[in-house]
């Protein structure tokens, strides 16, 4: 392994990205080498990966504080609040920060930062890159080492905030890793689909001639025909004389069903990254952009695929990022209902419904809303309905009740 410590200034075991990459990253059927880098290049997998980091790192985040009567209040000047919702080191904002986790998980399957203390006191998660290698060691502990601008470090388990994928190890599993099939399926596609619209849609093929030629009528014939009619900008009319004759050899596009294939490697991205279609613009057959059938679609999205990435990156910053003693008091959560801010009506039915049970106060509604509070808005309400008739204030034919007024 010394070449690779020369070359990437640290040594390489089986669980790292860039030996994949260099050893077994061509290893595909379709031939195509995979990498991250590859992969991104693939529109769909940039979207899905975007989508998905995007949408996380846009809900803030919340430190509650667990009381003795099991509910939770928000405590807004704990140390980690600022930390982790608005500026985790000097230079990213929050969204910045999440976002390169998340995209670290997408790919990788891992995501890091580097813990940066003041005393006791955590004050900054410097990013770390997605090709951290990971070793176990003798004594039990994780080592992490990366490469920071030239510098080889090393990292005890304790310095770093390590975020995993679906796995179980030291380490979580590399989508790119898993899908490299499917990838490089995806990658050659697009290679085929770009070098027919660049030879104009012009099929391969041979002309051929009625007799055998000399080796100047052969080139003369290269020069005439071959490279003539090939290449981006070669005319779309030529005329073949003297028995001149052309055979195609290839596969048209439509026999290769080329379009069919595309849509289906964006399903298959999809399917790998847990993002349904119709989420990053791609529409099944039969199906629409619009309506309810695409709400009960993006729900299911948050229930089975991105509240687990949440809760995931939740049990991280609870078990890696606070001591056992916070951990007892106090819980970090996304705010889910930051999915809703897009959707005014079903917010709006979201607020109705916890007010008419009196789950919510009016204050707690305007508190998520940004507004201040009002008198009055802190007493929970809600409504009377189907209460007997003796208990409405009503008597039988509109009347009040007997003995009402005496």
């Known amino acids: 392994m010394g070449i690779w410590n020369r070359l990437f200034g640290k040594k390489l075991t089986a669980r790292d990205g860039e030996l994949y990459e260099i050893w077994d990253g061509g290893n595909t059927w379709s031939g195509e080498a995979v990498s991250t880098r590859s992969a991104l290049n693939l529109s769909a997998f940039w979207a899905c990966t975007r989508v998905t980091a995007q949408t996380i790192a846009s809900l803030s985040l919340e430190v509650m504080e667990k009381r003795a009567d099991g509910t939770r209040e928000r405590v807004p000047d704990h140390p980690l609040q600022e930390l982790l919702d608005e500026s985790p080191n000097a230079d990213q904002t929050s ?22 203390f ?40 304790d310095k770093v905030f390590h975020l995993k ?61 071959a490279d003539r009619y090939s290449g981006p900008n070669a005319p779309g009319v030529g005329i073949l004389e003297a028995g001149v004759d052309f055979k195609a050899v290839n596969i048209t596009p439509k026999d290769a069903e080329m379009i069919l294939n595309r849509r289906f490697n964006v399903e298959e991205i999809c ?40 809760r995931r990156i939740e049990k991280a910053i609870s078990k890696r990022i606070m001591t056992p003693e916070e951990r007892r008091r106090f819980k970090v959560r996304f705010n889910y209902e930051d999915l809703l801010r897009g959707d005014s009506v079903a917010r709006a039915a979201f607020y109705g419904s916890l007010l008419n049970a009196g789950v919510m106060t009016i204050n707690e509604v305007r508190r998520l809303e940004g507004l201040p509070p009002v008198d009055g808005g ?22 009040p009740r007997i003995g009402e007024n005496e």
């Open 95 to 116: 969204i910045e920060f999440w976002e390169g986790r998340v995209l670290g998980l997408c790919t990788s399957g891992n995501g890091y930062a580097e813990k940066v």
């Open 118 to 157: 003041s005393g006791n006191r955590l004050i900054a998660l410097n990013p770390m890159p997605y090709d951290t290698s990971v070793e176990r060691l003798r004594d039990g502990s994780l080592r992490y080492r990366f490469n920071d601008r030239g510098k080889l470090v090393d990292l005890p388990d």
């Open 165 to 225: 994928a679906f796995g179980d190890g030291d380490v979580g599993l590399s989508p790119v890793e898993y899908a490299r099939q499917t990838l490089g399926i995806s990658i050659a596609s697009e290679r085929a689909a770009g070098q027919t619209f660049g030879k104009g849609m012009r099929a391969k093929g041979f002309f051929t001639f009625p007799t055998q030629l000399s080796p100047e009528q052969r080139a003369e014939a290269r020069k005439n025909f």
């Open 271 to 310: 399917r790998w990254l847990g993002v349904p279609p119709v989420i990053i613009g791609h529409a099944g057959e039969g199906q629409t952009m619009w309506g309810t059938g695409v709400s009960a679609i993006m729900q299911s999205w948050l229930n089975l695929s991105l509240r687990s990435q949440l």
């Open 378 to 399: 802190d007493v929970p309400r809600m409504q009377s309905q189907n209460v007997p008739i003796t208990e409405s204030g009503i008597g039988h034919n509109g009347g």
